[in-house]
């Protein structure tokens, strides 16, 4: 039985459920919410390529280096998607990343609550030695979230991958580790309290 099997995470404030074609119209509603494939350094998926999006995710899927999810907020309603990737079985370690939320979920609890559910499991039940996230030298937005969310920054990998814009991209690379989890826990559960307020 493979390492990383498809799995539903729940949290008041966000469900996570196995990617499926099925999300493709509402999810396809959502990136239209603010547009957000428009930004030059991130690889969103344009409304017209949602399908082919979900389908390289599903194939990453069936070899056995991703775990895509869809993200629906509180009401049920999708709101985005994000993924366990880069998925080192032998070493029990997962990147989570492309991540992309509807801007009318930014800044509230659902991203608060996603990283503490794929956190949990990859720590708790997949006993993972290291979760890591990688993002865009200039998604300054992006690396503010990570470094909130407790990571530490371990370096940058220089002209690691082409953009969209045929540009080639810089990787800074930010990691939580076992030892670092309990804090980490502790900090997102406390944020999130405090949203229900």
Not at 31 to 36: A, C, L, M, T, Y
Not at 82 to 97: F, H, K, L, P
Not at 114 to 137: D, G, Q, Y
């Amino acid at each position: 039985m493979p390492w990383l099997q498809p799995v539903t995470l729940e949290g008041p404030h966000a469900r996570l459920e196995p990617l499926s074609q099925d999300h493709r119209e509402a999810l396809v509603d959502a990136v239209k919410d603010g547009e957000i494939w428009k930004i030059w350094y991130t690889f969103v998926p344009a409304p017209e390529k949602m399908g082919a999006e979900i389908e390289r995710r599903l194939s990453l899927q069936a070899a056995g280096t991703m775990l895509p999810f869809t993200v629906r907020d509180a009401e049920g309603r999708i709101a985005g998607m994000t993924t366990y990737m880069n998925v080192d079985s032998a070493s029990c370690r997962v990147e989570i990343g492309s991540t992309w939320y509807a801007k009318r979920v930014q800044r509230t609890a659902v991203n608060t609550q996603c990283k503490l559910l794929l956190l949990t499991h990859a720590f708790e039940k997949l006993n993972c030695i290291a979760v890591e996230f990688r993002t865009h030298v200039f998604n300054h937005v992006s690396r503010r979230g990570i470094e909130r969310l407790g990571a530490k920054q371990e370096g940058t990998l220089r002209d690691r991958q082409m953009s969209p814009n045929v540009t080639v991209r810089d990787t800074v690379v930010y990691s939580i580790l076992p030892g670092e989890w309990p804090k980490v826990k502790a900090h997102l559960t406390y944020e999130l309290n405090e949203k229900r307020r």
